[in-house]
């Protein structure tokens, strides 16, 4: 039951990544449309168009979630200790990044009505502007480590990685939702990559008895 249990749990990882892939691109490139506008934050937050692309990157990042812990499992292995450390702050930096897409999506609109200084940037406090460079520098850390550990270890083709690299590089800049869209790429390619090696998954307590 165990066994199948994890290989169901692997069977994700395909579907879950093309997901997160899918709409972090859509929210990617929604967030670039409305900067477009020249508009200020504190009115482009109380758009329509805002709230589908805070939604649509507060799924992506909680599919990536998914997608990580299921591309892990599948490739413990092969990536060894180094991607192991990699997923870890990955994974913290996609859950940082899905708390602040939570607040884009439901506490922004609000905030553009009452404290819109504070989205326009012409009062930033300083625990406000600390959080988001502290959730920018450790998602867009995590993916640079991935990308890499990803390259090093073969377990996919060169193209996927390297949009994912990019991916977490650009996303070292807080507040804009460029890096996902890239990461999005990478994500989407990464999912119908077709040269990823046999399973070689965690050994399991089973599989050593024998």
Do not use: C
């Not at 939570?102 to 506490?107: D, G, N, Q, V």
């Not at 460079?133 to 060169?158: D, Q």
């Not at 507040?175 to 990823?196: D, I, K, N, T």
Request: aromatic share 10%; glycine share 14%; net charge positive.
């Amino acid at each position: 039951m165990g066994e199948v249990a994890v290989k169901r749990f692997e069977g994700l990882a395909k579907p879950s990544t093309l997901a997160a892939g899918s709409v972090f691109l859509i929210g990617g490139i929604l967030d670039q449309a409305l900067r477009l506008t020249g508009d200020p934050a504190s009115q482009l937050v109380q758009s329509p168009v805002f709230a589908v692309r805070s939604l649509a990157l507060l799924g992506g990042a909680l599919l990536l979630i998914l997608s990580l812990v299921s591309i892990y499992e599948r490739h413990a292995k092969q990536i060894g200790p180094f991607g192991f450390s990699a997923a870890v702050v990955a994974g913290t930096g996609t859950i940082l990044l899905s708390g602040q897409f939570w607040a884009e999506a439901f506490l922004y609109p609000t905030l553009g009505r009452v404290a819109p200084a504070l989205l326009d940037g012409t009062e930033r406090p300083g625990s406000y502007a600390f959080g988001l460079l502290l959730t920018a520098a450790v998602f867009g850390v995590g993916w640079i480590l991935l990308g890499s550990a990803i390259l090093r270890a073969r377990i996919y083709r060169i193209l996927p990685a390297v949009f994912i690299l990019a991916g977490g590089a650009l996303s070292l800049f807080p507040g804009w939702a460029l890096g996902q869209a890239v990461l999005g790429v990478g994500l989407v390619l990464l999912s119908f990559s077709p040269s990823y090696r046999k399973h070689e998954g965690p050994q399991r307590a089973g599989s050593q008895l024998h």
